[in-house]
């Protein structure tokens, strides 16, 4: 019975969706809605990454270069599941393009801090060498502490 719990239990979380809609509204570097056939919006966070923050150093230009990715433009996510928010957590691919990490390699998204993603982590190490847009900056602060920052204490 323990095992079959178990079985269960890794079907549940590894079973893998996709979405198609075109993209609607473009939040900021991370976060979309698309409208789907069924004319239903979602919102879609986009998985692994982590934009500025509205407020913070280059927060304009990443939701701009997000924008330019997908805005309008018929996207497809794959997700397994949603966050607290009742975002969906997804891979996007625009023009066969993985959105996700093109955010990551243009220098206008993080890794998500608990991401294991390793391209996304190479990819990131790539901008950072290469000194690309938040990585210009002396010490840029990750989306993470500058949210933790900004609550109430």
Not at 14 to 27: D, N, S
Not at 44 to 70: N, T, W
Not at 98 to 106: R, T
């Amino acid at each position: 019975m323990k095992s079959l719990l178990t079985i269960i239990l890794l079907i549940t979380y590894t079973t893998t969706y996709t979405l198609t809609g075109r993209v609607v509204k473009v939040a900021d570097g991370d976060t979309i809605t698309i409208l789907t056939d069924g004319n239903r919006q979602v919102r879609i966070r986009l998985l692994d990454i982590d934009a500025p923050e509205k407020g913070q150093d280059f927060s304009d230009k990443s939701r701009r270069y997000l924008a330019e990715l997908v805005a309008g433009k018929t996207v497809t996510v794959e997700w397994s599941r949603k966050d607290r928010y009742g975002r969906i957590l997804g891979t996007v691919y625009a023009d066969n393009i993985n959105v996700n990490e093109e955010m990551v390699k243009a220098g206008l998204a993080w890794k998500y801090r608990y991401s294991r993603n390793k391209r996304i982590a190479q990819l990131e190490s790539i901008a950072k060498q290469q000194k690309l847009n938040i990585f210009s900056l002396p010490n840029p602060t990750n989306p993470y502490y500058y949210r933790k920052s900004q609550r109430p204490r």
